[in-house]
Every structure is written in C-alpha cells, then in structure tokens.
C-alpha cells in the first residue's frame, strides 16, 4: 500500500463537515429536511423527482419504455431535483423520500396518491403497475427479479466505491482504487460470461433488469460515467458491450437518459418533462439556435 500516512481511528467518530472530495457539499450523518421547499406538481398522474444520475435515468427510461409499449397512464412530469444545490434535504422532497435521495415518485392516479422511493422498488412498481417489462412466467420472473437485486447489490461498488476513488476524492489512494478496481471488474465478468449465453438479461426478454443495469454498466462500458474505460479495459468484455450498444440504440433509452440532466452538452439535457412534444420541441430550439448562429 502506498498510502502516504496511517489513519488511526477514534473511540468515537465525528463529522468533519469539510472532509473533502466533490460531493463534500451534501453528506452528512443526518437525515431529515434542512430547509422548507414545497415541490411543484405538474399535470399527469405521475411525478417524477429525479436527477439524470444512473439511478434517476432507471426511472425515466422506464417510463418511457412503456409509453414506447402505448401505456398512456404512464404520462409523466418530471422536476430535476440538483443535488449539488441540496435539493434533496428540502421539506417537500423529504415526504416523498426520507432517505434524501433521488430519484423518487408521486403515483396520484389511486387514493391516496403513493410515494415510491429507491429506483429498484419504482422499476417493480410500475412494472406490475402496467403489466409491462416483467416476465409472467414464474421461472423467467425469479430470474428477472435476480438480476434486478443483483445491480442494487453491486453497483455501489461500482459508484460509491469505484467512482468515488477513482474519479471524485481529491487524493487518488492504491489501496482503495484497487480494491474496487478489482471487484468492479469481477462485475463486468459476470455480465460479460451471463450475456455470452444470453440476449438481455432475462434471456431474450427485455425487462426492468435491463433497465436498472444499462445506466451503471452499460453507461460505463460507454465511456459516459467515470472516464474509466481504458483504464478497466471494457472493451476485453465483448458480449457486455454488445448489449451496452444494443440497448443504447433504444428510443427510450436515449429520451430517457437525458430528462432531468441538467450538465454536458445542450443537446443532452432536458431538465424538465411534461409531454413527448417536448423532446422534439428542444431538437427544434437547438436547429433555430444553430441557425442564428451561422447567420
């Protein structure tokens, strides 16, 4: 370990607030609102709350996944909530998730109008909600389901660890990078070996499995989260990366995964939903943009 100094710790752990690293701003040991904020409720039965993160883009590609299948109840606004600005300690966004993440829903088409927070718990919701994306045979269910449990499970190596280390903290330390360079990679190999035998990951059904695992691994075999590529040497994991570009290539992938972006380029953000209009009604902002811009 090359570590340039030994941590000892305390009898008693306490918060430093100024501990360092990107997202320093909004951890703390706390839960809880720290300012009130109502959240706007928009016109369709359901609202999301989100951020174009790989947990927030589960959501949104869902949802238009089934709007893809004509399942008009799955209509949506979708409000970003920024989480560098603390967004998510607001009082309004606490109701709906008490755990201060995101993303989270407003289902108010029963009574009482639901919340669904944690993105595997919303992908099985709306999956059973709608019949859709979830297999009805009990055997390709129980796989379903393993996969779908499966990258809740492991992607916080991935993000919390991996990415963390390796691409947010302001000291770059061996010991940790490697530790879960490792297990991330042993990761990609189970993908990679599942997917040499297998279309998607519940055979050759596309299901909410593929929805939850696409915005970690497949948007990391990518080159969209991380900057990591070559340095996990992605391309060596050949059948991953097959169905990282297959699926990519979906219509409602590619809408989903920009709603509630709000970083990158112009073209990839749409920072807030209400109707399918307003995807092609930002494609024609960005054409009149381009052609003032050449006159």
Same mark, same amino acid.
């Not at 606490?94 to 993440?101: A, F, I, R, T």
């Not at 970083?263 to 209009?277: F, K, P, Y």
């Given at each position: 370990m090359n570590d340039s100094s030994q941590y000892t710790p305390p009898k008693v752990w306490t918060w430093d607030a100024a501990n360092g690293g990107e997202w320093d701003s909004i951890n703390r040991p706390i839960a809880g609102p720290t300012h009130d904020k109502t959240l706007p409720t928009g016109k369709h039965p359901i609202q999301v709350y989100s951020l174009a993160t790989?947990? %927030?883009?589960?959501?949104?590609?869902?949802?238009?996944?089934?709007?893809?299948?004509?399942?008009e109840g799955a209509e949506y606004d979708a409000y970003p909530i920024r989480i560098g600005d603390g967004d998510q300690f607001g009082s309004g966004f606490?109701?709906?998730?008490?755990?201060?993440?995101i993303p989270a829903i407003m289902d108010h088409s029963i009574s009482p109008p639901t919340r669904v !927070?944690?993105? %595997?718990?919303?992908?099985l919701y709306l999956a059973e909600k709608f019949g859709a994306l979830l297999p009805a045979d009990a055997a390709n269910r129980a796989e379903c389901l393993s996969w779908l449990f499966w990258q809740i499970g492991s992607a916080p190596y991935l993000g919390g660890g991996f990415g963390h280390f390796y691409k947010y903290a302001d000291e770059k330390f061996e010991y940790s990078i490697n530790r879960y360079t490792m297990e991330v990679k042993?990761?990609?190999?189970?993908?990679?070996?599942?997917?040499?035998i297998s279309q998607y990951m519940c055979r050759d059904e596309?299901?909410?499995?593929?929805?939850?695992i696409w915005p970690w691994y497949g948007a990391l075999v990518l080159e969209n989260v991380y900057d990591a590529a070559e340095f996990l040497d992605v391309n060596s994991y050949?059948?991953?990366?097959?169905?990282?570009?297959?699926?990519?290539l979906r219509t409602a992938i590619q809408r989903g995964r920009i709603v509630n972006r709000?970083? %990158?380029?112009?073209?990839?953000?749409?920072?807030?939903?209400?109707?399918?209009?307003? !995807?092609?009604?930002?494609?024609?902002d960005?054409?009149?943009?381009?052609?003032?811009?050449?006159?």
């Open positions: 790989p947990n %927030g883009v589960k959501v949104t590609a869902m949802l238009e996944e089934l709007l893809e299948l004509g399942l606490v109701e709906v998730n008490p755990n201060s993440k !927070f944690e993105s %595997g718990a919303i992908l042993r990761q990609l190999d189970v993908l990679d070996r599942h997917l040499s596309y299901t909410i499995a593929d929805i939850a050949t059948h991953l990366v097959r169905w990282a570009n297959e699926i990519a709000t970083w %990158g380029t112009l073209e990839e953000q749409l920072h807030e939903r209400h109707d399918a209009s307003d !995807f092609e009604r930002r494609t024609q960005k054409l009149e943009d381009s052609k003032q811009l050449s006159s």
